[in-house]
T-cell receptor
Framework: SAVISQKPSRDICQRGTSLTIQCQVDSQVTMMFWYRQQPGQSLTLIATANQGSEATYESGFVIDKFPISRPNLTFSTLTVSNMSPEDSSIYLC????????????FGPGTRLTVT | GQNIDQPTEMTATEGAIVQINCTYQTSGFNGLFWYQQHAGEAPTFLSYNVLDGLEEKGRFSSFLSRSKGYSYLLLKELQMKDSASYLCAVVDSNYQLIWGAGTKLIIKP
């Protein structure tokens, strides 16, 4: 298993600004993921962040809007740039712990409100 | 395209049994997960099926039929704390998780 923390837990931001969300894992993991979850909706994968390579973005998400860093095996950041109210959501990071099951463990999430 | 279907919402009574169904159409199959998510919290792992059949874990069981593209999560002896959303997710041929929209389970006394 893995224990994941995220900072900040919540924030209220003005449109046009940027927010960087941090994700810290208590063990070294290769694969980290960033998700967005709109209220009452399921998870939408933004990107996969593997240490030592560029993040891989899903359709509809671009690096200019959601730049990701992955400087080591226990840490990652997601920046939400030039925010608009449509970016209001919960942002979750998760990690995949090694093995055949590909189970993901999730951080507690960052609740972002853009005004 | 890839698709996972779950009922949007279900209601059940405390102490009863409820079955949450999940059907999927994905490019390949490398396993199916069920996650529980309480309101305002992160999803937590419940079960994993990769072979056909029933996996039992306490009050929760999960069933898989790969030929039918079908799974269900069975919750017995329902408790109020089981009120949550239940997410079905399939691992596709690229080992990516494809998520269903989730089923909101409401437990009434």
């Amino acid at each position: 298993s893995a224990v994941i923390s995220q900072k900040p837990s919540r924030d209220i931001c003005q449109r046009g600004t940027s927010l960087t969300i941090q994700c810290q894992v208590d063990s070294q993991v290769t694969m980290m993921f960033w998700y967005r979850q709109q209220p009452g909706q399921s998870l939408t994968l933004i990107a996969t962040a593997n240490q030592g390579s560029e993040a891989t973005y899903e359709s509809g998400f671009v690096i200019d809007k959601f730049p990701i860093s992955r400087p080591n095996l226990t840490f990652s950041t997601l920046t939400v740039s030039n925010m608009s109210p449509e970016d209001s959501s919960i942002y979750l990071c998760s990690v995949e712990v090694g093995g055949d099951v590909h189970e993901q463990y999730f951080g507690p999430g960052t609740r972002l409100t853009v005004t | 395209g890839q698709n996972i279907d779950q009922p949007t919402e279900m209601t059940a009574t405390e102490g009863a049994i409820v079955q949450i169904n999940c059907t999927y159409q994905t490019s390949g199959f490398n396993g199916l997960f069920w996650y529980q998510q309480h309101a305002g919290e992160a999803p937590t792992f419940l079960s994993y099926n990769v072979l056909d059949g029933l996996e039992e874990k306490g009050r929760f069981s999960s069933f898989l039929s790969r030929s039918k593209g079908y799974s269900y999560l069975l919750l017995k002896e329902l408790q109020m704390k089981d009120s949550a959303s239940y997410l079905c997710a399939v691992v596709d041929s690229n080992y990516q998780l494809i998520w269903g929209a989730g089923t909101k389970l409401i437990i009434k006394p």
